[in-house]
C-alpha cells in the first residue's frame, strides 16, 4: 500500500521546511524503500492474521512496526548547499536529543547511522528522503511499546547498524519506559515540537 500516513502531507506540501510530532491511532507495519512485502523482513502470515495495514515509505531503511506506544517525528528542510546524508541524521537527533535531555532522559545517543540509543539498546530509528533540493526525515520513538509487537511482525533484518552486533529485537531495542522514564507523550511530544522549530527556523544548509 503506498505511504499515506499523516507526515505525507508534509513531504508533499508546498513549504520549504516543516514538522510534525504524531501518534499512530493504530499498529502499522512500515517497509523501506528497499522492501517489498514478499521478501523476508516481514511475517506476513501474522500480519494478515491481525489485519495490520502495511505501508511503503519512499524513504531507505528496514521495515518498521508503529503503534499508538510510539511517536512519529518528521522533519522536512530545504538545501542549497547539500550536506552528506550522514550529516543530516547528526543534525536532526542532535536536535531529538536535546528534546530528550531537557525532559530529564539521560545516556542518550546517536548510534550506527541513524539510530538513538539509551546506552547500547535502541529507542530511536530514522530514515531520509533526498528529493532535488528537499531533504525528509522519519523516526519512531519507542515511549512504552512492547518489543514483543516487533518480534511478532519483523523478522530480523537483512542490514544492521555495527553496534547492534546480531541481537535479536528483544535484546536490541528498549523503549524509554522499560529503560525507567514515564515521561507522558504529549510532554515529549511538546519538547520535540519545540526543539525541531527551532531547527527549521535556520538558514538552509
Sequence with gaps: ??????????????????????????????LGRSNRITDDSVY???????GVEIYKRPSGG????????????????????PLKT???????NNSIIDALHKSGISDVHQKGISDISIGFKKILGSSIY????????????????????ISRYLKHPSKEPDYRKG??????VTSL???GYNTAP???????AESLKALVSLPPK
Excluded at 167 to 172: L, N, S, T, V
Design 167 to 172: 541481537r535479536d529485537h528483544a535484546e536490541f
Design 44 to 50: 506476513m502470515e501474522k500480519a494478515t492474521e491481525d
Design 62 to 81: 528496514e521495515a518498521v512496526v508503529l503503534s499508538p506506544d510510539m511517536l512519529v517525528i518528521s522533519v522536512k528542510l530545504p538545501v542549497e548547499n
Design 86 to 92: 550522514h550529516q543530516y541524521f547528526r543534525l536532526i
Design 186 to 192: 504529549e510532554d515529549l511530544k511538546k519538547a520535540l
Design 1 to 30: 500500500m503506498s505511504y499515506n500516513l499523516p507526515d505525507y502531507a508534509i513531504l508533499h506540501s508546498d513549504k520549504q521546511t516543516d514538522y510534525a510530532v504524531w501518534q499512530p491511532d493504530k499498529t502499522y507495519i512500515v
Design 130 to 149: 533526498r528529493k532535488e533540493k528537499t531533504v525528509f526525515y522519519h523516526a519512531v520513538l519507542n515511549i512504552s511499546g512492547s518489543v514483543a509487537i
Design 177 to 179: 519506559r522499560q529503560e
